[in-house]
């Protein structure tokens, strides 16, 4: 884009979008930043986001026979697959910005061209907000070192989470803040409890009516003999009919463990991640935890791939470019299943004609060797 049709665009009516929408909403009482701190939201967070920058993605180009050849010549694929920008790697940078998406509901990156405009590297931007010009575009102003610094729509990679209206993305955690703060309030309990030493509240009753002043030093008395995890244990000696009283539920009355359980199937579940892959394992075997990861591509990593593979041809590449050129993830790797089942796979490939020896070797990170492929099936070359 020109620099008079920048000055323009820039200077016509602006239009924020609705701030309940806005990428950095919080959890009842500002809680967001500290959701990572519940290990079930911590390890779904981390599952996808691993996975997603650890895979191959790779930028292809059509040939003129129909096929397709990895397009290692263009300047976008060493940004995609090796180093994002002289900081981060390819997969810190695709790891960061999809835990970004899935923590606040959107990501954004700075997008560096050259002269000829081709994609040389990406910059992740924090404190971004979005807004909506006459023209219908998208704005996004950043904050920079204390400054406010405004960026258009074709400057910058946008990633978001499900969105309701158009413009920005909305986190699991946002749309299920309720679950988020269960499980919190259930881990502050009991971090609570064993902080007092598994105490139970309670009342001292006593016969007669005390002043303040041997209210206050009764209490700061008990609490230095019996709270506290070193206190665990100790016996309360009661004299002149003072009687104790509790007042709280034991961890068995309100079910901790299995709330706490149930908590990590809820969070599982605003993530789509199997519960095995975050290491629940009450429910699984080795036989459907094979099939639980298998789901957790088709199901779970399937619509992040999906994002991250259009938003690279729509605001990464021309329109021009979009012809030629396309992005793809590498997901055979989790895919292959054991070794018996690979083998069953590839065998009933190479006999059915659609896979060659040669490209079984290379999916098993084999050499080459030289004539496998002129030989029949079932025959050695």
Known sequence: MSLIKRVISALKTEK?????????AL???????????????????????????????HLYKE???????????????DVLQYQANPLQTAMEFREMMQATVLLRGNAYAEIIRDGAGQVIALEPLQQVSVLQLDSGRLAYDVSVRGTMRRFLQDEILHLRHRSENGKTGISPLTASRETIELAMIERDHGT??????????????????????????????????????????????LDNGVEYQTVSMSMEDSEYLASRQFSVEEIARLFRVPPTVIGDLRHGNYSNSVEMNRAFVTHTLRRHLVMWEQAISTQLLTPAARKKYFAEYSVEGLLRGDSANRADFYDKGINAGWLLRSEARRLENLPAVKGIDDAKPNQTP
Do not use: M
């Open 63 to 77: 040939a003129r026979d129909g096929d397709r050849e990895k397009a290692s010549d263009h300047p976008l694929y």
């Open 27 to 57: 959890l009842g009482n500002g809680r967001l930043y500290q959701a990572e701190s519940i290990s079930a939201v911590y390890a779904c967070v981390s599952a996808i986001s691993e996975t997603i920058g650890s895979l191959p993605l």
């Open 16 to 24: 924020r979008s609705d701030p309940s929408w806005d990428a950095v």
């Open 192 to 237: 609570a409890t064993f902080a007092n030493g598994a105490k139970l509240s309670g009342i001292l009753k006593f016969p007669q009516q005390l002043k303040k002043e041997q209210r206050d030093s009764l209490k700061a008395s008990w609490d230095t003999q019996h709270a506290g995890a070193a206190n665990a244990g100790k016996t309360a000696i």
